[in-house]
């Protein structure tokens, strides 16, 4: 698998760094600048805890491009976004945004997706892992990038936090399923789905969980997997989707599938002509723009939006 020497570069950029030409030099002198705020924004409010505690005194929210970013989260939590009265399906999806376990992609990778998914009838959650600690100051912050990207880490290999998402995630999984009811979810259709990072913590949640955690479908989306991960024998169906021009993640995703279909297990793969990494719910003007929406048929062909 190819050495990771821009993971988290792309992270921050995202699709405005990708969309046209799918790569930008790997220097600090092409970092951002950041507006850095510490408040949350407003419609942050009504997380579920899953350590006990919603405290976001130490966060940091910064905007970059088309997305928000928050850094330094302790405390891992849940968002719902609920469908419309009379369209729910009863499934349920939980979705961790990528940022090279930084950062995470609020918008582009979280809230626009769970909005899209919840009109559609899916109760949606999105998870605010916990993340590495970086500094308040963005010019450090910036300098801790560039350290990092220089390190040559390799896709197939823990990055540092990935364990204590993957963590969070399998919390976050057991948490809805103990809730089901509340929601009018059935506990037996409920999936997970990350981007980038998200789909690093997405991967591991598919191949370490128990029977509380047990994912029912899952979305890896630009992801990755580790070299040593091994696919359950009832690992769920999974969805895998990456840019052929990413140049961060488009050679891990193949490894995936392969992986899943060697352990007999059901899994789709889309690799779209153009769209770099980190696109998310931001416009690509090429076929990726259209990933949603494949999920979407999947979720459909699967069986995963009718009731039982």
């Not at 801790?144 to 290999?157: N, P």
């Not at 352990?263 to 998310?280: C, D, N, P, V």
């Amino acid at each position: 698998m190819r050495v990771l020497t821009v993971f988290l570069l792309g992270a921050l950029y995202g699709t405005s760094w990708s969309a046209e030409t799918g790569s930008v030099a790997p220097t600090t002198s092409a970092f951002p600048t950041f507006k850095v705020t510490v408040a949350a924004p407003l419609d942050e409010s009504g997380e579920i805890a899953l350590n006990g505690t919603t405290d976001r005194s130490g966060e940091v929210w910064n905007q970059f491009a088309l997305s928000r970013v928050v850094r330094n989260v302790t405390n891992p939590t849940l968002k719902a976004f609920l469908p419309p009265p009379g369209k729910s399906t009863g499934a349920a999806i939980i979705i961790a945004p990528g940022g090279g376990f930084l950062m995470l992609s609020m918008d582009s990778e979280g809230y626009a997706v769970a909005e899209w998914l919840a009109a559609r009838g899916v109760t949606a959650f999105v998870l605010k892992y916990r993340l590495e600690t970086t500094p308040v100051d963005a010019d450090a912050f910036q300098k801790k990038m560039s350290d990092l990207i220089g390190a040559h880490r390799d896709v197939a290999q823990a990055l540092p936090g990935e364990a204590r998402a993957v963590e969070d995630g399998l919390a976050a999984m057991r948490y809805v399923r103990s809730h089901a009811a509340q929601w009018n979810i059935d506990p037996t259709r409920i999936g997970f789905m990350g981007f980038s990072a998200g789909g690093m913590t997405t991967s591991g949640v598919a191949t370490r969980y128990d029977a509380a955690s047990h994912p029912n479908f899952v979305g890896i989306i630009y992801g990755a997997m580790k070299a040593d991960a091994v696919v359950p024998a009832d690992a769920p169906p999974a969805f895998i989707a990456v840019a052929a021009d990413d140049p961060l993640l488009a050679d891990a995703s193949h490894p995936i599938f392969k992986a899943w279909k060697a352990a007999g297990r059901s899994a789709e793969l889309h690799i779209y002509q153009r769209g770099g990494h980190g696109f998310g719910m931001n416009p690509t003007h090429g076929s990726a723009d259209h990933w949603i929406d494949e999920f979407y048929w999947w979720l459909q062909s699967t069986g995963m939006l009718t009731p039982p």
